[in-house]
């Protein structure tokens, strides 16, 4: 049996290693509620989040590349029960050294999280969004502030 074809997920003539904010949604395996659960309290209190432990986990790998990735920054995120987003900004310096590609930097927090997890964590790929412009970038940051599960979001600046 010869198996389906994926298609290509990145613009083949863009080079995702320039400087730029790109919006990044990964999902879960079979999209499993396992990163965080939705409680409450009382009988009209507003659902909020609580982190599960590889959820903490996810959280910690995201705040570990804003402080050990130079020139990469998650600048917006949250955390469902199924799938991340990110607003991931990538600024080139004049160290000399070369940038990281916006999939090495998915993978790398992929391949960490699923090695905790111990098993596998996360969908093949991911979805990425180039933001084009400061009204995307707006839209995209309201749609993550606005999600209806939002409790764990950190906003840092650049």
């Known amino acids: 049996m010869e198996l389906p074809k994926r298609k290509p997920t990145r613009l083949k003539t863009f080079d995702y290693s320039t400087d730029g904010y790109y919006f990044i949604t990964i999902c879960t395996k079979n999209k499993e509620r396992i990163l965080c659960d939705i409680v ?45 987003h990110l607003i991931v900004a990538i600024k080139t310096g004049g160290d000399g050294t070369p940038p990281l590609q916006l999939y090495d930097i998915i993978g790398r927090l992929k391949s ?33 502030s606005k999600s209806y599960f939002v409790q764990i979001t950190h906003l840092l600046t650049l």
């Open 112 to 144: 960490f999280t699923t090695n905790q997890y111990k098993d596998k964590l996360w969908q093949r790929s991911f979805h990425d969004h180039i933001i084009r412009c400061e009204k995307d970038y707006k839209e995209i940051w309201g749609y993550i």
């Open 40 to 84: 409450g309290e009382g009988l009209c209190a507003l659902p909020k989040t609580k982190l599960t432990p590889i959820g903490e986990i996810v959280d910690s790998a995201i705040c570990y590349i804003n402080n050990n990735y130079d020139n990469v920054l998650v600048d917006k995120y949250v955390i469902m029960p199924n799938h991340i």
